[in-house]
């Protein structure tokens, strides 16, 4: 089984400008949508939620719900967009999300979500994977994990994406949902040795390179978030260390081949700051990178800004210092 490196789904972060952004850092890694819930699919403006522009590095769809005829038609609706697979979200802890009973609160039902699973592999040919935490709330027992990813898999999940944390579904905002729960990547290493044929992969709190490669030594892939938003460079990092990438772009190449994209998508109406956003950390922890991100935050947010713009952020970050954006 391939081992597979893969940035994770991040409401409000990873749309479709960031996953082609960071597909002009990396070429082998895995890109996976904010969740997009089932029924805004059926009923929303679906070339505006589900189009994006077609890169070489496979993209899932992560879709959010609990009804399984809304998410049967919802996979049936996606599955001609150029997606790898889709993920089913049994995973984000949030008071919103729990309220229209999507992600982790699932994980209180499982005979619901293996209904919804079903329901989703019999709609379409692509495969159905899910993305889900350790436990929830007092229930955090390897047991339980064993058995819950055991009715995922037998109503037809083929990917089992696992957050090594549980998430206290009252008590803590996602954001401290993100960061309190103590990390167990026992319990994922577990899960691998008991479904030994299966593909299991690692989320939560990984940063470095060490520790993708650390973590692949046991499981059969790595998912990061955070890390990567903060800093999308940490792809080149993974390509050169983890896939054995002998070139990779600079920051500044990235900029330049970003730059007919900006002019394909402002030329359709797409505000300027919807890309740049995603850039804004793209010189971190380089000199320099605070002038990269004040003059960001000072153009980018201009209403109809275009590529004269963009040029003209260039121009002056390569004036003000010429050095860091080689680097």
């Known amino acids: 089984m391939k081992k597979s490196v893969s940035v994770a789904p991040m409401m409000d972060c990873t749309d479709k400008h960031e996953i082609y952004f960071l597909s002009l850092i ?13 029924n805004a699919i059926i009923k929303g403006d679906r070339d505006k939620l589900l189009s994006f522009k077609k890169i070489s590095n ?22 001609d967009y150029g997606y790898k697979e889709i993920n089913l979200n049994l995973g984000c802890p949030s008071k919103k999300v729990q309220k229209n009973k999507f992600g982790a609160c699932l994980m209180q039902e499982p005979e619901l979500v293996a209904r919804c699973i079903e329901a989703m592999t ?33 109503a037809g999940s083929q990917k089992f994406i696992i957050h090594a944390r549980k998430a206290l579904l009252k008590k803590l905002s996602p954001k401290e949902n993100l960061n309190i729960p103590p990390l167990k ?15 299991i992969i690692i989320n939560g709190g990984i940063k470095t390179t060490n520790e993708i490669k650390d973590h692949l030594k046991k499981v059969d ?13 940490l792809l080149a990092d993974i390509e050169k260390e983890v896939f054995g990438t002998k070139y990779v772009p600079t920051r500044s190449e990235v900029m330049e081949n970003l730059i007919p994209y900006i002019q394909e998508e402002t030329s359709k109406g797409t505000q300027l700051n919807h890309i740049m956003r995603h850039t804004v950390g793209l010189f971190h922890g380089q000199n320099g990178s605070k002038v990269w991100k004040q003059y960001l935050s000072k153009n980018m947010c201009i209403r109809n800004a275009d590529l004269q713009k963009v040029n003209h952020i260039m121009d002056h970050i390569k004036k003000t210092n010429p050095v860091f954006l080689e680097r």
């Open 58 to 79: 496979p993209v899932t769809l992560q879709v959010g719900g609990s009804n399984p005829n809304e998410l049967a038609e919802a996979c049936k609706i996606s599955e």
């Open 221 to 233: 892939g790595v998912m990061i978030g955070r890390a990567i938003y903060h800093s999308p460079y």
């Open 122 to 154: 019999k709609s379409t040919n692509l495969p159905i994977t899910i993305k889900t935490r350790i436990g929830y709330n007092d229930v955090e027992n390897f047991d339980f994990l064993k058995s819950f990813i055991q009715t995922t898999k037998n």
């Open 26 to 38: 990396s070429k082998n890694v895995n890109f996976y949508t904010e969740m997009i819930v089932a």
């Open 185 to 199: 990547y026992d319990y994922v290493y577990k899960l691998k040795n008991h479904f030994k044929n299966d593909e």
